[in-house]
C-alpha cells in the first residue's frame, strides 16, 4: 500500500487542481484581474504551510542547499506564472497553453536522464498518451488570426521551461528535504513575489473588492494551494516521470466536466479526444505494477 501513496496524493491534486480550474475564472469576470488573484493565491499558500510544519514538529530545514532548493521550486513555479500573464497580453491563448502544456516533457527528460527513472513499457505507453492528450486539453478554437511570432513566444518558452524544470526539483529535493520543508519554501516565494503581481496590474480600471472579488477568490485558491501541497507528496512518492503527466493530463478532464455541468459549455471535438486519452492514459498509469512505482 506504502508504494501507492503517490497515486493518492496525485489523485487528490488532480481533483483539486481540476475544481480549482473550473472556478478561477469567476473572480477575474467579476471584475478581480488575474495579477490580484495571484496574490490571494500566495496567501492561501499560508494555511497549509503551517500544517505542514505542524507536520515535521516545525522543524524547517535551513541548510543553505535545501533553501536552495526550496526557493527554486518556488521561484520556477510562482515566477512562471506571472511570466504566463505577460505572454496572455501579448499572444493568443489558444496558442500559448498548448504550448505550455507540454512542460511535462522537460519533466520526463530530466528524470530519466539525471535520476534514472525508469517505468514499464506498459507504463511508457500510458506517458506516451499523457503527452498527448495535454495539448488537446488546452485547445481553443482561434477568435482571431493568429498573432505574428513575437516576445510572447519566448516567453511561453520560458514558462514550459520553468514549470518543467521545477517539477524535476520537486522529486530531486525530496531525495534530501522533506516534502513540507519543500512546500514551506514554495509558499514563502510566492509571497515575495506578490509585489510583482501588483506591479503588473492596472489598477486604473475598477477592481470589485467585495464577496465576489478577493474572498471568492481566496475560497478557490485555497484548492490550488492545498493541490500543491499533494503534488509535493505525489512526488516524494511516486516517479516524476509518471506524476508529472498524470496531473496534468487529469486536471484539466476534471475541469471541463464540471464546466460541462455548471455551464453546459459543450467541449470542442479536439478536446473530447484528449478528454478519452487522458482517461485512457490515467488508467494504465494508476495499474502500474507496486514494485515498480518508486
Same mark, same amino acid.
Given at each position: ?20 480550474? *473550473? !472556478?478561477?475564472?469567476? #473572480?477575474?469576470?467579476?471584475? +478581480? /484581474? ?5 496574490? @490571494?493565491?500566495?496567501?492561501? &499558500? ?40 505577460? *505572454? !496572455?497580453?501579448?499572444? #493568443?491563448?489558444?496558442?500559448? +497553453? /498548448? ?5 511535462? @516533457?522537460?519533466?520526463?527528460? &530530466? ?184
Amino acid at each position: 500500500m506504502k508504494n501507492r501513496l503517490w497515486l493518492m496524493y496525485a489523485i487528490v491534486t488532480t481533483l483539486f487542481w481540476g475544481i480549482w480550474g *473550473a !472556478l478561477i475564472e469567476l #473572480p477575474e469576470k467579476a471584475g +478581480f /484581474p488575474a495579477t490580484l488573484g495571484y496574490s @490571494v493565491w500566495a496567501l492561501t &499558500m499560508i494555511p497549509p504551510a503551517l500544517v505542514a510544519l505542524r507536520i515535521i514538529s516545525w522543524r524547517l530545514e535551513r541548510d543553505r542547499r535545501s533553501i536552495l532548493l526550496g526557493c527554486a521550486v518556488g521561484f520556477l513555479g510562482a515566477g512562471g506564472q506571472l511570466v504566463l500573464f505577460q *505572454a !496572455l497580453r501579448m499572444g #493568443p491563448a489558444y496558442l500559448v +497553453f /498548448p504550448f505550455i502544456s507540454l512542460s511535462p @516533457v522537460i519533466t520526463i527528460l &530530466m528524470s530519466y536522464f539525471l535520476l534514472k527513472e525508469h517505468a514499464s513499457r506498459r507504463c511508457w505507453l500510458g506517458i506516451v498518451l499523457a503527452m498527448i492528450a495535454i495539448p488537446m486539453l488546452s485547445f481553443q478554437p482561434p477568435r482571431q488570426a493568429a498573432a505574428s511570432a513575437g516576445l510572447w513566444i519566448l516567453l511561453s518558452l520560458v514558462v514550459f521551461l520553468a514549470w518543467g524544470v521545477q517539477a524535476y526539483i520537486i522529486k530531486f529535493a525530496n531525495r534530501t528535504m522533506k516534502a513540507e520543508s519543500i512546500f514551506f519554501y514554495m509558499a514563502l516565494t510566492g509571497i515575495l513575489l506578490v509585489p510583482a503581481a501588483f506591479w503588473m496590474t492596472d489598477f486604473s480600471k475598477t477592481i470589485n473588492w467585495g464577496i465576489r472579488g478577493p474572498w471568492l477568490a481566496a475560497a478557490i485558491q485555497i484548492l490550488n494551494a492545498v493541490g500543491a501541497l499533494f503534488l509535493v507528496y505525489a512526488f516524494r512518492h511516486g516517479k516524476a516521470i509518471v506524476v508529472s503527466p498524470l496531473t496534468n493530463a487529469g486536471a484539466p478532464v476534471i475541469t471541463i466536466l464540471i464546466s460541462l455541468a455548471l455551464y453546459r459549455v459543450i467541449p470542442h471535438v479536439v478536446v473530447a479526444a484528449g478528454m478519452a486519452l487522458a482517461v485512457l492514459a490515467a488508467f494504465i498509469i494508476s495499474i502500474e505494477p507496486e514494485g515498480e512505482s518508486k
